[in-house]
């Protein structure tokens, strides 16, 4: 009998999932490979067929991204460890207020909750016959970073005034 990890893997593999780990990894690796000062300016939004859809807030700062480019997609390929991305394509659009400093700490708030030891220690026992250390990693995170989300957006559900 195959243990949960070891099916999970072989999933992945046949979905050819690593890929899109690899993608959403460059999205969620963005502000941190670009800069607050950049980020601030913009939102990626999707990957397709290695082209990074990305927002910008002014026209300015597109020409300024463009002159850029090369640049960025080589340092978010550098950081997921894989040549994602082969293009980037900057548009003008309005950036969601989650980047103005009170949205920003929210976040960062959702991100600091600590989780159950015992929850933790799960998610690796669970994970731990998953082969690919990188699939390994990638995983955890994303399963540690969805329970601290949902954690945070409970904890805020029962502060509303306006539950039901």
């Known amino acids: 009998m195959n243990s949960i990890g070891s099916a999970l893997e072989d999933a992945l ?3 050819k999932y690593n890929a899109k780990l690899k993608e959403h990894l460059v999205l969620e690796v963005w502000d941190e490979v670009v800069g607050e000062y ?3 300016q913009t939102q990626p939004e999707s990957i397709r067929d290695n082209k990074l859809f990305v927002r910008v807030s002014t ?5 300024q991204l463009e002159s850029l480019k090369q640049m960025i997609i080589e340092r978010l390929n550098r950081r997921v460890g894989k040549r994602v991305l082969k293009e980037v394509q900057f548009s003008l659009g309005e950036i969601p207020g989650h980047k103005d400093i009170k949205a920003m700490d929210s976040h960062k708030k959702w991100l600091d909750i600590e989780l159950d030891k015992s929850y933790l220690e799960s998610i690796n026992k669970d994970l731990i016959h998953i082969r690919d250390p990188e699939t390994r990693d990638a995983l955890s995170r994303i399963i540690i970073k969805d329970a601290k989300l949902r954690s945070f957006r409970e904890d805020q559900e029962l502060e509303s005034p306006f539950r039901s």
């Open 13 to 15: 593999r046949g979905l």
């Open 59 to 63: 026209l300015p700062w597109i020409r």
């Open 38 to 40: 950049i980020a601030k």
